[in-house]
């Protein structure tokens, strides 16, 4: 397969590369007779990620929506050595998702193995995000994921077998991230399952797990999620949009097989202790914190964007210093009319910065 990723070169070291395509930790045939089910598997990071399984002896179903790049990734993944079955499917539609675990049955049995890597994501300032939007995000990367989960696991749990599931995460899952308001809130519900179902499912041999890639470009990226990375230019510096790996601890960018190599352990006999957890793969990107911070500049200024201009009719309230308080809105605003004021203005009060939490500091 193609190996998109060239590393820069620094004057730094930074940390080593990787072992070239196609080598592999664990011994040839660790996943024959295996039957591994990877969402999003026909581009980017799912299709590294089955990309590894394949060169294992797995063999695959890869599912999502759109049928000429599953087909194009069956070919390519066909080409390392397993079978592979392409299966349409939008996990948000739990019949759907039904019918593709009937499908991957007829053609090689249960997977024994499901990679929840499908996901939706775009970056949007908070403010500006419409409940569609919230919810194309949210209902593939949390919904879907469960989806796709309790799917497998109720066919496990019925057939008294075990199995491994991985659900690609993102690192905002623990800090939280700006812009990106849907996708972190759906990935940190993702890593919650990850928690919560190892310890539900262990019982029943199910083990469940994180797997969270850090910066990896690849030739599929949407175009937002690519504009994302060129736009870090003239935000915090003046260097080359191109310069990614500058940005990063590792001083390079990590490799799409790489997250494979650790998806393959984590679901390998040599992981078997190994749930509940939630592996990153990002060479400490997320960790990074300097000796001097950054200006802060707002996500509107990062994405380029215009100042936000409230929704008509409903109208911008005064401060909370304001003599006046809450501005009177319209009985038909979405906020409804203003209530009246039971108590003066505590921000007014001597010592109210205390407890005021925005005005304290
Ligand atoms: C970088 C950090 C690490 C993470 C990386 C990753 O996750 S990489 C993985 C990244 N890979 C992928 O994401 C691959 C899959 N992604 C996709 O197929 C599309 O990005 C999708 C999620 C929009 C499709 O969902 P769908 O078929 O449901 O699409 P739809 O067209 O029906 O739109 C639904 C709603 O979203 C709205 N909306 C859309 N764009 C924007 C925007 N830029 N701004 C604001 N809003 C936007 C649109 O207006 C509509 O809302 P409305 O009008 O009803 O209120
Ligand atoms: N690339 C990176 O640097 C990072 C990626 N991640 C995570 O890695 C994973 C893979 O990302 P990446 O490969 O970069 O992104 P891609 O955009 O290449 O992959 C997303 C995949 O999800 C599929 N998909 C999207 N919506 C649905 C749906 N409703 N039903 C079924 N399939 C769907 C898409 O296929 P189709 O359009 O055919 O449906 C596509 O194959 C994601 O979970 C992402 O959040 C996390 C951090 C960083």
């Known amino acids: 397969m193609a190996d998109d990723n060239a590393l820069p070169g620094r004057a730094l070291p930074g940390l080593p590369g990787p072992p070239p395509p196609g080598a592999s930790a664990l011994p040839p045939g660790t996943y024959d007779g295996t039957v591994v089910l990877?969402?999003?598997?026909?581009?980017?990071?799912?299709?590294?990620?089955?990309?590894?399984?394949?060169?294992?002896?797995?063999?695959?179903?890869?599912?999502?929506?759109?049928?000429?790049?599953?087909k194009a990734a069956r070919d390519e993944l066909t080409a390392l050595g397993g079978r592979v079955t392409a299966?349409?499917?939008?996990?948000?539609?739990?019949?759907?998702?039904?019918?593709?675990?009937?499908?991957?049955?007829?053609?090689?049995?249960?997977?024994?193995?499901?990679?929840?890597?499908?996901?939706?994501?775009?970056?949007?300032?908070?403010?500006?995000?419409?409940?569609?939007?919230?919810?194309?995000v949210v209902d593939t990367t949390l919904t879907g994921t469960f989806l796709m989960t309790r799917e497998f696991g109720r066919r496990h749990l019925a057939a008294g077998t075990p199995g491994s599931i991985i659900d690609v995460g993102a690192?905002?899952?623990?800090?939280?991230?700006?812009?990106?308001?849907?996708?972190?809130?759906?990935?940190?519900?993702?890593?919650?399952?990850?928690?919560?179902?190892?310890?539900?499912?262990?019982p029943y041999g199910i083990q469940v797990n994180g797997?969270?890639?850090?910066?990896?470009?690849?030739?599929?990226?949407?175009?937002?999620?690519?504009?994302?990375?060129?736009?870090?230019?003239?935000?915090?510096?003046?260097?080359?949009a191109d310069d990614m790996a500058a940005r990063q601890p590792a001083l390079r960018v990590g490799l799409p097989r790489e997250l494979g190599w650790a998806a393959t352990f984590l679901a390998s006999p040599y992981a078997r202790f190994i749930t509940g957890h939630t592996l990153v793969v990002?060479?400490?990107?997320?960790?990074?914190?300097?000796?001097?911070?950054?200006?802060?500049?707002?996500?509107?200024?990062?994405?380029?964007?215009?100042?936000?201009e409230p929704f008509k009719g409903c109208p911008r309230r005064e401060g909370r210093g304001s003599p006046a308080g809450a501005e009177e809105a319209p009985a038909d605003?979405?906020?409804?009319?203003?209530?009246?004021?039971?108590?003066p203005n505590r921000s007014a009060e001597p010592g109210a910065a205390r407890d005021s939490g925005a005005d304290g500091q």
């Open 38 to 70: 990877v969402t999003g598997g026909g581009t980017g990071l799912g299709k590294a990620i089955a990309a590894e399984f394949a060169r294992l002896g797995a063999d695959l179903v890869i599912a999502s929506r759109k049928e000429d790049r599953l």
């Open 87 to 136: 299966a349409i499917c939008d996990i948000r539609d739990p019949d759907r998702v039904a019918e593709v675990f009937d499908a991957a049955g007829e053609a090689y049995g249960l997977p024994d193995v499901l990679v929840n890597n499908a996901a939706a994501n775009f970056p949007v300032p908070a403010e500006d995000m419409s409940p569609g939007a919230w919810s194309a």
């Open 171 to 202: 690192s905002y899952a623990w800090t939280g991230g700006p812009g990106f308001a849907h996708s972190a809130a759906a990935k940190a519900g993702v890593k919650s399952l990850v928690e919560t179902l190892a310890v539900e499912w262990g």
């Open 211 to 240: 797997l969270v890639p850090g910066l990896m470009p690849h030739g599929d990226m949407t175009a937002e999620i690519r504009g994302n990375l060129d736009r870090a230019r003239g935000v915090h510096d003046q260097r080359p």
């Open 282 to 308: 990002d060479g400490a990107n997320w960790q990074r914190r300097g000796v001097v911070s950054p200006p802060v500049t707002t996500v509107r200024e990062q994405l380029g964007r215009d100042p936000f």
């Open 333 to 343: 605003s979405p906020v409804g009319p203003a209530r009246p004021k039971a108590r």
